[in-house]
């Protein structure tokens, strides 16, 4: 068995899994919940769902983790408008942390 075919028998079987299971969630879904997930705002069950999704699924637990360290780090270089960016912050995340601030509509700091 190549890896290829691995992947693409895993793929498949993700999608089954995906679509048969009534608790299941898509990615897309996971990702409209995950701010509530990160925030604590999902009921109990619904935590479940994310968490089952983020067992079977690489792609959301990585993109939560990144999700995560964009967050982690906004809150450093932003929580504290006196403090100097860390040196060791690249532009394009910067970047990603500034464009995630400007589509939240519902920020809770006004004002930049
Ligand atoms: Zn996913």
């Known amino acids: 068995m190549t890896a290829?075919?691995?992947r693409r028998l895993w793929r498949f079987t993700k999608g089954?899994?995906?679509?048969?299971?009534?608790?299941?969630i898509t990615c897309r879904q996971f990702d409209d919940f995950m701010l509530d997930y990160i925030e604590g705002n999902l009921p109990a069950r619904q935590r479940r769902v994310f968490e089952l999704h983020l067992r079977v699924c690489r792609e959301c637990r990585d993109y939560l983790?990144?999700?995560?360290?964009?967050m982690?780090?906004?809150?450093?270089?932003?929580?504290?408008?006196?403090?100097?960016?860390?040196?060791?912050?690249?532009?394009?995340?910067i970047t990603a942390v500034l464009e995630a601030r400007r589509s939240r509509p519902d920020s809770r700091e006004p004002g930049l």
């Open 4 to 6: 290829d075919y691995g």
């Open 16 to 24: 089954a899994m995906l679509r048969n299971l009534p608790l299941m």
């Open 65 to 70: 983790a990144a999700y995560k360290e964009t």
């Open 72 to 93: 982690t780090l906004g809150k450093r270089v932003f929580g504290d408008p006196e403090s100097a960016l860390p040196e060791d912050v690249p532009d394009d995340l």
